[in-house]
């Protein structure tokens, strides 16, 4: 195979992989930048790599996808057991008290409070519903994350306020113009 | 200059290490005492032009300026004997520049790829099944002790050590009292002047550094009789300007 | 390969897949129910599939995890369209670059080679998660600080030894040592 050829490949590999949803084929032309034609090609070329593997190509309607292979079903279907009988860890329940606290909360703040990354923790505590992400009232593309009544109603409390010292500690956690004290 | 270059954005604030490494590098020469004593001047010039230090970095600077202070008063004084500490710290300073120099090289071939080109975990999936499956181990009282703990570690931007800055002796303050000292007294010992064996070490430094100063300007003249003997300080003219 | 140690390689590739987060090794095994030594032997062979390929498999401080390869990254860069990709600062780059050659490395020693106070560039780089802090293994008190996986996958390298002139520069490390950290 040419060497351009290979690049492609890789590609389209890379590009089914990264999304985790079906992509149309005149989509994934315009992203490589091939034409239709090219792009079928390459798209048969890549069903045989995925022959007998953990993840299979669907090819489907146009529409195209990777996904966990069949014989794989039983082991995933574990996986996503295990990710909710686990222990939430230190940094799930310290995500999960400043969200309690806070009520809609950006990542932004959550990590400048704690001081680390929090992208996994607030995708644990999302998967097993104790949170929820939904767009910002004061703007439409900020993502704010609050957390879920089922989750106080384990806690047994109907609303936020009836954590122990809430306005004290609500008040404690303002970390509003947090922008100016990220520099050296 | 193209966009991927490696710049300092203006106004951001250099370190100590980096402004001395820059003056070397500026005049092209290698890292070692002849070189710094050349560019000691430069330095302390730069110091005394910025007008708000970072708090926490000032003690650096003057510090690193006592060092070059003892490297050029050995160049200009050969007969001037420095004591083992002293030796040691000129030493030591080479050896930092040695390494900062290496780390920034480095750091400049790392940003040349840093986001270049990435490598990316998937997506998560949007579709997942949400189950509401709380842990046990989820209190009131386990949220309450972390919040407890999460706000004490909140950094405070106040809390960045101000004490450091009063044990450091401000340069210019040091030249003024030098030139009272002079008119009063015309001729007087370095030991004197400095206090020395009675202050701390980086106040009889910043006093020498004063005292070098005022030898370019051509305010005062210095005599040393012999190796270890006290300096002695003289002023050329009665009427000392003011700069 | 016998059948079974083939369904291995399948799960394998299938969790990887599916999680899209790094995984320990451990946790591995027990979701395969393998041992330890069987999950190794097992992983080096998963490693060979992912040569020249899409998708890359990166194995880091007893993580794995799956990645796009570094030469699509363009295609997958026009899915992103992050204008912060690039964005750190020249402290943020230093001290980043000290901790990367260096490895586990306390404040104390950054700033000591920096000359200057890195308290902020450290909160910065830990906020992004390209670096991570832990107790030091020879003090339980003393904090060190190490390079992340989100770091190499930043800088478009599998492993710690794909760092420009790592060899050369961990040679000269191994001879210098620095003395007297508390003369400052």
Redesign the interface.
Known sequence: MEPDSK?I???????L?????PISHKRLSE??DINMENLKIHIEELKK?FVD???SLIDFKEEIF?T??R??SD??D???Q?E?????GKA???T???I??KGNVTRKEI???????S??AL?GL?????IDKKSAPYDERAMVYSI?T??LM????KNIEE???YDT?NK??D?SNIED???? | MNTDSYTVKTGVFEGPLDTLLSLIEKRKLFINDISLAQVADDYIAYIKSIEDFPIADSAHFILIASTLVLIKSKSLLPNLSLSEEEEKSIDDLEARLVEYQKYKKLSENLYKIFGKSSLYMRMPSKNTKILFVPDDRISIARIYDNIRRIIIEIPKVENIPKTLVQKVVSLEDMIEDLTERISRNFKMSFKDFSGMGKKEKVSVIVSFLAMLELVKQGIIQVKQENNWDDIEIETNTVSIPRY
Chains 1, 3 share one sequence.
Do not use: M, W
């Open positions: 690049l490949l890789k590609k389209i590999e890379a590009v992989f990264y999304l985790s949803e992203i490589l790599i593997r953990g993840v990777l966990t292979s014989e794989t082991c995933i574990l996986l996503i295990d909710q009988k686990r222990d939430i799930g329940i310290e999960l008290s400043i309690a606290y990590e400048y409070i704690r001081g680390v990354n992208q996994f995708r999302l998967i097993r519903g104790l879920t089922e989750a384990h806690l047994g409390i954590l122990p010292e500690v404690q956690l970390v004290k990220d520099h050296e």
